[in-house]
């Protein structure tokens, strides 16, 4: 029997196409740029330091009973899709969307709005499991600890974004990049910490330097 037979007649659908229009969403759109960052950039910085930020938790935890430890790549599939609403959303300054409770819970509502949307462009077969990507479920200690990770992950990626434009001579990232580290280091986490003390000095470096 042929697979076709998961899908509905000859129907096509959209989500794929959806997704790679996140090339053409600009984040940081109150700021003055050197370069500009698109949301399927971030996505791919957050995606590949969540990734990091579980291995180390996990090496750092792997001896304590009952500790809760994720499976890297999940939360690499979390934080690759973490931003995904922002198709339909756009991209709301930070400023905004966390100014207080009432905007905050408006805003979730309006990310699991889009989700649903999202999720819809696919078969009905396969919506499950992207709504779980896309809305996740917090009502376990192991998703809650993967999207810390992710939120982490998340505010390291603006990190080295304002670090990347500082480095370029532009100074309109400065307040930003002071702001942004003084949350990392109030992330109660020590795979966070070591990452930013191991990892983060070599960004910036020339491509000699980091080989060496």
Not at 66 to 76: H, N, T
Request: glycine share 4%; aromatic share 10%.
């Amino acid at each position: 029997m042929s697979e076709d037979f998961l899908f509905e007649n000859d129907k096509r659908y959209g989500f794929f196409a959806m997704l790679d229009r996140m090339a053409y969403i600009n984040r940081w759109g109150l700021m003055k740029n050197s370069r500009f960052e698109n949301l399927k950039e971030h996505s791919f910085d957050v995606a590949v330091i969540a990734h990091a930020l579980c291995v180390l938790h996990n090496k750092i935890n792997e001896d304590i009973e009952g500790a809760v430890l994720p499976d890297p790549y999940k939360v690499q599939a979390l934080a690759l899709y973490h931003d995904c609403t922002e198709i339909i959303t756009g991209d709301l300054p930070t400023p905004i969307k966390y100014k207080n409770e009432q905007i905050k819970a408006a805003y979730r509502e309006v990310e699991n709005d889009a989700a649903n949307t999202l999720a819809g462009l696919l078969p009905n077969f396969m919506q499950d499991d992207y709504i779980k990507l896309l809305a996740p479920d917090l009502s376990s200690e192991e998703q809650v600890l993967c999207k810390k990770l992710v939120k982490a992950a998340d505010r390291i990626a603006a990190y080295l974004k304002c670090l990347s434009e500082r480095i370029s001579g532009n100074c309109e990232f400065s307040s930003a990049q002071d702001t942004i580290r003084e949350s990392i280091e109030k992330i109660d986490l020590p795979e966070v910490r070591l990452f930013m003390e191991r990892f983060v000095p070599s960004y910036g470096l020339t491509l000699d330097e980091i080989s060496n």
